[in-house]
């Protein structure tokens, strides 16, 4: 039997006509505003077999076509070309017009359209999209905002209740309420979240305010991609008229010199004229390791708000809340269950409600307890051996035969502050604390108590043998869960 030939590969059309016929078909797809907006210095790259590639002006444009217009561009393309199959690509043109006031407008435009969702359906991408991966030339730090990353979807509780406060305090009046705001707390205690939520609320009420969300290493990028293109006068000029600058992560620019260097002069200038600078870390100002004084002296000028984990009643709230927002009404007893066993962070937590859910539905049996202690046997062996604050406490009492009050009290004797550093520096050797932390721990004490203890813990690792020993010994026990 013959197979079927394989059809002839299309033939390619005419590249002027071709992006005529585009442009005729978006034209009479969409308002006049919202083509001339979206698709001013859209272009046509060139016309492959497997793909056509147009080009636009920036990263901001591609991503928004991407997520608002595709499905309009995907059916123009169509239209001008019907028995074609080809994937869409869209890249950026370096040589576009993306002054900040092209930008400013366009991020109105934007916001404008978000508030009044345009009259053409937003469907999913019909087409195959080849997205690019880098975002060359992009000044403006084309962060998508997370739609669900909003104060409405955020439980507050006595863990996150000062940063939640300075945030919405930040939403309604940038620049005149806390500035700079340093938030920090360890990975999945809600930075991102927060941070993201006093941009959405800022963009709601003042859809003109020019608000730049990135994490550091989006600046850091810009950064460079400005120096190796020659355009660092205008990623200055451009992140020096920013109203409210908001960086995530800021402990990514330890040991970046320049870039440091740059933000600082960035935040000078922002903080100099009332504008709102928002920072996250995942540790104090202090702790970030090779940042430069100046910095870290500018970074305590607002509030500092640290973020904790949930006490065990916000965990509660959390996993209903996320459980609530997939459609499911969780009962108190299986969120007791749940927020006994999972008690790190909320991503985790999240992760345990999705992972319920799932099995609820594959198994269509109704989540009880049985259900949700299946689901997470699989979570819980994965964390049984991580170390908490209880089990070094435990096994410190256990091996010196002293007391948790002992450890947490105010004695100062030898044979109490010795093993009182020794679990300081297991907490940070083998937890992801923050010095604060682990001293809140330790019967409140100051952070350079801790740093003290665990400096003078690892010097006499190094010198003596014996202590060494000990030390290893500790660790390993902790660390195999077997405390005796
Ligand atoms: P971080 O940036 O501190 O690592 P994220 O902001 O990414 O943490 O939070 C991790 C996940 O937990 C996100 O999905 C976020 O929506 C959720 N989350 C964090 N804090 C809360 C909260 N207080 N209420 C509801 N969801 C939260
Ligand atoms: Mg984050």
Not at 177 to 198: D, M, R
Not at 262 to 286: G, K
Not at 339 to 346: C, F, K, L, Q, Y
Request: net charge neutral; aromatic share 8%; with cysteine.
């Amino acid at each position: 039997m013959r197979l079927p030939e394989a059809p002839e590969a299309k033939q390619s059309p005419d590249p002027a006509t071709f992006l005529d016929s585009v442009l005729q078909e978006l034209r009479s797809r969409l308002r006049e505003e919202q083509f001339a907006t979206w698709f001013r210095g859209f272009d046509l790259v060139e016309v492959r077999p497997e793909e056509v590639e147009f080009s636009v002006p920036s990263g901001f444009v591609r991503d928004w076509l991407t997520r608002h217009y595709f499905s309009v561009l995907d059916s123009a393309v169509r239209a001008a070309e019907p028995d074609a199959n080809r994937a869409i690509k869209l890249t950026i043109d370096r040589n576009a017009d993306q002054s900040p006031a092209v930008d400013a407008q366009l991020r109105a435009a934007a916001a404008a359209e978000q508030g009044a969702p345009s009259e053409k359906p937003r469907s999913k991408p019909l087409g195959r999209t080849v997205m690019e991966p880098q975002r060359e030339g992009s000044m403006a730090g084309s962060v998508e905002l997370n739609g669900d990353y909003t104060f409405e979807n955020f439980v507050v509780g006595p863990c996150n209740r000062l940063a939640h406060a300075a945030c919405m305090a930040i939403g309604d009046n940038p620049g005149r309420a806390y500035n700079p705001l340093f938030v920090h707390g360890n990975v999945g205690l809600g930075k991102t979240h927060l941070l993201q939520a006093t941009c959405h609320t800022i963009q709601r009420k003042q859809p003109s305010a020019r608000v730049l969300y990135m994490s550091c290493e989006d600046f850091t990028n810009s950064f460079i991609q400005s120096i190796q293109s020659g355009r660092l006068e205008e990623f200055r000029e451009y992140h020096r008229s920013i109203d409210v600058l908001v960086i995530d992560d800021i402990q990514f620019l330890a040991g970046k010199e320049k870039t440091q260097e740059e933000f600082f002069h960035t935040f000078n200038a922002l903080y100099n004229t009332q504008r709102q600078i928002v920072i996250s870390s995942d540790r104090t100002p202090l702790e970030i390791p090779t940042i430069e004084e100046r910095l870290v002296s500018r970074f305590k000028w607002g509030l500092v708000a640290d973020m904790e984990v949930p006490c065990f009643e916000t965990r509660v709230a959390i996993l209903k809340r996320k459980a609530r927002s997939r459609g499911v009404e969780m009962e108190d007893d299986v969120a007791y269950f749940i927020a006994e066993r999972v008690d790190t962070n909320i991503r985790e937590l999240e992760g345990a409600v999705i992972k319920i859910i799932g099995v609820s539905t594959i198994t269509d049996r109704k989540i009880d307890t049985a259900l949700a202690e299946e689901a997470l046997r699989g979570v819980a062996a994965a964390r049984k051996n991580q170390v908490n604050f209880g089990d070094i406490m435990d096994l410190i009492t256990m091996e010196f035969s002293l007391s948790a009050r002992d450890i947490t009290g105010k004695s100062r004797t030898q044979a109490v502050s010795l093993p009182r550093q020794i679990g300081m520096y297991l907490s940070r050797e083998l937890m992801d604390h923050s010095l604060e932390e682990v001293g809140r721990f330790y019967g409140n004490r100051d952070h350079t108590t801790v740093l003290y203890a665990v400096q003078k813990i690892k010097k006499r690792v190094k010198e003596d043998r014996l202590f060494r020993d000990l030390i290893n010994n500790l660790r390993s026990r902790l660390q195999s869960g077997s405390l005796r």
